[in-house]
T-cell receptor, first 114, second 116 residues
Framework: EAQVTQNPRYLITVTGKKLTVTCSQN?????MSWYRQDPGLGLRQIYY???????DKGDVPEGYKVSRKEKRNFPLILESPSPNQTSLYFC?????????????FGPGTRLLVL | AQTVTQSQPEMSVQEAETVTLSCTYD???????LFWYKQPPSRQMILVIR??????QNATENRFSVNFQKAAKSFSLKISDSQLGDTAMYFC?????????????FGKGTKLSVIP
């Protein structure tokens, strides 16, 4: 089954404790991205990757890091989480540029930073 | 930069009735795609419908259809014969066509409640 998986699905942590949210896709997609969703703000892009070892900032990259060492994986790293990073996070992937290809979303990771 | 505006934070509709969700966008480009995504309480993002800007014909998917007005930069979603399962957040989204286009820009969403 074609899918994007994220782990963990729920996470409660404390300010300053480094964490990683993993994202993996099994469709051999070139393009992957991370979004955060906040009430009243919709989804905003954090980082995206066009292929292995190629990443770029989205609209809200501050406080986040990413890496793309393998095509299938695109982890999101919060090196020193703060309460304003409490949010719902989505990973997504698709094959190619523009809107012709369907973008697949993971199930979401709900993060609470105390 | 492209922007997407959904002016209705919340809407409600009686079961079996028709409802229209509004979306406007701003771009200086002529080739792009527009989308409506549905997010039910499970939080999963589900693609409802896609419209290519170069196509004048409005996209339709079963009970879901769009009214795409390119000159007005308007992209509304019509849901016919509303069902309880249509209760969800709905997001309008935009992406440019072609090489180098990676960013999908979302509106802030409209929360739709279908009332029995």
């Amino acid at each position: 089954e074609a899918q994007v998986t994220q782990n963990p699905r729920y996470l409660i942590t404390v300010t300053g404790k480094k964490l990683t949210v993993t994202c993996s896709q099994n469709m051999n997609h070139e393009y992957m991205s991370w979004y955060r969703q906040d009430p009243g703000l919709g989804l905003r892009q954090i980082y995206y990757s066009m292929n292995v070892e190629v990443t770029d900032k989205g609209d809200v990259p501050e406080g986040y890091k990413v890496s793309r060492k393998e095509k299938r994986n695109f982890p999101l790293i919060l090196e020193s989480p703060s309460p304003n990073q409490t949010s719902l996070y989505f990973c997504a992937s698709r094959n190619g540029q523009g809107g012709l290809e369907t973008q697949y979303f993971g199930p979401g990771t709900r993060l609470l930073v105390l | 930069a492209q922007t997407v505006t959904q002016s209705q934070p919340e809407m409600s509709v009686q079961e079996a009735e028709t409802v229209t969700l509004s979306c406007t966008y701003d771009t200086s480009e002529s080739n792009y795609y527009l989308f409506w995504y549905k997010q039910p309480p499970s939080r999963q993002m589900i693609l409802v419908i896609r419209q290519e800007a170069y196509k004048q014909q409005n996209a339709t998917e079963n009970r879901f259809s769009v009214n795409f007005q390119k000159a007005a930069k308007s992209f509304s979603l019509k849901i016919s014969d509303s069902q309880l399962g249509d209760t969800a957040m709905y997001f309008c989204a935009f992406i440019l066509s072609g090489a180098g286009s990676y960013q999908l820009t979302f509106g802030k969403g409209t929360k739709l409640s279908v009332i029995p």
